[in-house]
Antibody, heavy 115, light 112 residues
Framework: EVHLLESGGGLVQPGGSLRLSCAASGFTFSNLPMSWVRQAPGKVPECVSTISKGGDNTDYIDSVKGRFTISRDNSKNTLYLQMNSLRAEDTAVYYC????????WGQGTLVTVSS | DVVMTQSPLSLPVTLGQPASISCRSNQSLIHSYGGTYLNWIQQRPGQSPRRLIYQISNRDSGVPDRFSGSGSGTDFTLKISRVEAEDVAVYYCMQATHWPLTFGQGTKVEIK
């Protein structure tokens, strides 16, 4: 059974940083691309970033380019999202998702950007 | 970005009756590889989203066969043959053909 467990969320001031992690199990992590999706309260989900299975190709939505970095450690079956220069509009639940087509989603971790 | 437009946005349904949600994209979702990457996502109240259907009409593991997807090109439909109480949720169509992936506005299915 696929299991995705996000961690690292919390309350951070505008301009601050957070690093999210996603521990994956139940599938061959190194064989698949992975994605981060966020959902602001009451809003539509938004796929923020995706990374290829080897980690050499990444994509970002325009609003996070230059501030967020996706990475992965295939030896640890773990996906990361480094978030810098956080803004109020980054407040959301962040989900880790299996594959480039969001096959499975984790339970999410809440990121709140507020002073 | 590809714009996904769903209708209706609210869908009150009687238990045991069918329901249908429409989704339209402003660009073709046929990928250069030949597939059409149109998914349907279900989000029950207070839960994480879950993919129900991928590539227009393929049900994910564990999805009841009362859910079906159809369509092609830019027009797609999700149907529930007989709505059950556990189907109360927001349903999103989502395209994964073009980056960035984009979602429809969501359709809230509720019981009359």
């Amino acid at each position: 059974e696929v299991h995705l467990l996000e961690s690292g969320g919390g309350l951070v001031q505008p301009g601050g940083s957070l690093r999210l992690s996603c521990a994956a199990s139940g599938f061959t992590f190194s064989n698949l691309p992975m994605s981060w999706v966020r959902q602001a309260p009451g809003k539509v989900p938004e796929c923020v970033s995706t990374i290829s299975k080897g980690g050499d190709n990444t994509d970002y939505i325009d609003s996070v380019k230059g501030r967020f970095t996706i990475s992965r450690d295939n030896s640890k079956n773990t996906l990361y999202l480094q978030m810098n220069s956080l803004r109020a509009e980054d407040t959301a639940v962040y989900y880790c998702a299996k594959g480039g087509h969001l096959d499975n989603w984790g339970q999410g971790t809440l990121v709140t950007v507020s002073s | 970005d590809v714009v996904m437009t769903q209708s209706p946005l609210s869908l009150p349904v009687t238990l045991g009756q069918p329901a249908s949600i429409s989704c339209r994209s402003n660009q073709s979702l046929i990928h250069s590889y030949g597939g059409t990457y149109l998914n349907w996502i279900q989000q029950r109240p207070g839960q994480s989203p879950r993919r129900l259907i991928y590539q227009i009409s393929n049900r994910d593991s564990g999805v009841p066969d009362r859910f079906s997807g159809s369509g092609s090109g830019t027009d797609f439909t999700l149907k529930i043959s007989r709505v059950e109480a556990e189907d109360v949720a927001v349903y999103y169509c989502m395209q994964a053909t073009h980056w960035p992936l984009t979602f429809g506005q969501g359709t809230k299915v509720e019981i009359k």
